[in-house]
């Protein structure tokens, strides 16, 4: 049986099995914070009661609150770093729950966790209170709650944990190649030479740890079409898809990095035409999937998939986008999302990461070197290391 015709059975389990639920789940709307006297304030407007747990983990100091499952429909990077918390992102923890992980400055403990109920024009509001603690304070209170920990033991029976020697499967993606050469930079460096260069540079620094199987699209200069990039990351079961860029923009004053991961709906005109740009490389762009009966059927399938996948790939922007900060000029708003044909498998955590722009002479300079590149191939070597971290403390496969 082929990989796709596998999915599509597997999804259509998915759909006949809990699809309308699934439709039906709670959905956040609104994320605030705010700070009060000795605590930071956290507040996620849903449309209907949730279950939660909350409990701490070190290395970094993060806050973790499991969620009975929902549907996250906020703009990314709203209601981050104010007071001890330094960021927030989300994914699925499995089929029945929602995680939300808090990045703190600090030591710190959970003073309250509580539901508000609807009340005149608001729904449920979920609120979380966070103090910081001492050293030891925070290393009593670490860890998962007992009664989670209960509830989990007698649901299903505990899983081995996972090995060290089972590789995960990062496909990059080297943008353009060529008969189509992507931006030209204000030397006339070429957008493709830069990204096949970093993207192979980036392979041999992850080789390096053992952690990784690393797959290029592309290992050469040739043209790929869009379609055909996606499906690779596919038929390798890529755990991960990172497509590498340096665009070029009319304002030369404009430098730094960038994450883009998928929604119809652009975060701003920027971002649309980027992703209008990036799309003309291949006309036919977009994911072939298999035949599977009905037209509506599969279009249901398709997103019940790429709603947990898009959650997934927001996760990742939002561990990248910190670590390249560390390192090299980000943008102001870093994360921002469009329809990018290239991100479409509907089953693999995908980003587009923009190192630079080859417009402004800054950029250029940086791009047009190993030893500039370095930095942010790091970062972005950081970034996986820590969301498949993160994953396996989960306990769910990347």
Known sequence: MSGRKAFALILAGVLLGGCAAAAARPVVT??????????????LDVTEKVDFHTFTLADPYRVVVDLSQVDWRVAPGKGDRKGVISGLRFAQFDRRTSRVVIDVREPVKVR????LPPRGKLAYRFVIDIAPVDEASFANSMGAPKKWVERAAKSSPPEPPRKSAVKRVVVLDPGHGGVDPGAIGVSGVQEKTVTLSAARELKKILERTGRYDVILTRNSD??????????KAREAGAHLFVSVHADSIRRRGVRGASI????????????AALAAKENKADLLGGVPLEEVGDEVVEAILIDVA???TMNRSAGFANIALPELGKRVRT?????RFAGFAVLKAPEVPSVLVEMGYLSNRRDERML???KGRRPVLEALAKAIDRYFAEIDIAGVGG
């Open 222 to 231: 040739r043209f790929l079409r869009l379609r055909d990039r996606v499906a």
């Open 306 to 308: 790429q709603r947990d």
């Open 368 to 370: 047009s070197t190993a």
């Open 331 to 335: 943008l102001r708003n870093g994360h």
């Open 112 to 115: 309250k966790a509580f539901l």
């Open 260 to 271: 883009y991961t998928l929604s119809e709906k652009a975060s701003d005109a920027e971002a």
């Open 30 to 43: 609104d994320v605030r914070t705010g700070e009060h006297v000795g605590l930071t304030r956290l507040v």
